[in-house]
């Protein structure tokens, strides 16, 4: 049976990519996952029904056959890119392959994603393109080069998808989630309670920017707990 409300979640792991299977599953959405690692996702596939495809997102050939077997489910409409890779440290200690490594996965694979999304929902004339950042998407922080470098470029794609895309019914919008995410199945604490962003509360925000009104639609999104400077 396909559908003609078909999501692809790129990067799918148990946080936010979990919480964004879980409500569009719910909201209609026949939802695919991908991830290098499907095995992992268990669980999840069996509480949602959800489809995985074991995808590199840094490899244009793995890509292309992760929207070829989206295409069989039904009409591609929403597309989440979460993935990323990181590595920390000083400037002049920084391993270069582990850099290269970061930049391939957080912002060549969001190219690559955003490609064969842009193709399909072009073809159906409407759809969203929507690309996770960070605090380090405008932020620059000491010791961090390898991981803002990936999610400055991811931005950049993102603004330059959205003005490409917007006359041509195409929502393509870029998220900032300025703070950590709650890690899921832990308890809260009750003495921070919402100090940390509720992965549901994100998943909810993601499906009100693609369902808003093409008259007013946003490009890009920041989010962050109540107590979190900026």
């Not at 695919?32 to 244009?60: C, H, M, P, Q, Y």
């Not at 809260?188 to 920017?209: K, T």
Request: hydrophobic share 50%; aromatic share 6%; glycine share 10%.
């Amino acid at each position: 049976m396909t559908s003609s409300n078909v999501a692809v979640i790129a990067g799918a792991g148990a946080g936010l990519s979990a919480s964004l299977a879980r409500l569009l599953t719910r909201e209609g959405f026949r939802v695919v996952l991908a991830a290098r690692n499907v095995e992992k996702l268990s669980a999840l596939i069996g509480e949602t029904g959800a489809l995985a495809v074991e995808t590199d997102v840094a490899d244009a050939a793995s890509v292309a056959r992760l929207f070829d077997t989206a295409d069989k489910a039904g009409t591609l409409a929403l597309v989440v890119f979460n993935a990323s890779a990181r590595t920390r440290g000083p400037i002049a200690e920084l391993d270069a392959e582990a850099v290269k490594q970061a930049l391939l996965v957080g912002a060549y694979g969001g190219f690559l994603v955003g490609q064969q999304a842009a193709r399909r929902l072009l073809v159906r004339g409407s759809g969203s393109i929507l690309f996770t950042g960070a605090t380090a998407s405008v932020k620059g922080f000491p010791g961090s080069a390898g991981f803002a470098m990936p999610k400055f470029g991811l931005r950049g794609l993102a603004q330059s998808m959205a003005r490409e895309l917007a006359p041509q019914n195409i929502h393509a919008a870029h998220f900032i989630i300025d703070g950590q995410i709650a890690p899921p199945g832990q308890a809260a604490d009750p003495d921070l309670q919402d100090r940390r962003l509720s992965p549901d509360a994100i998943a909810e925000a993601y499906l009100a920017v693609h369902r808003q009104h093409r008259s007013a639609w946003s490009s890009e999104l920041e989010l962050r707990p109540w107590v979190e400077t900026f």
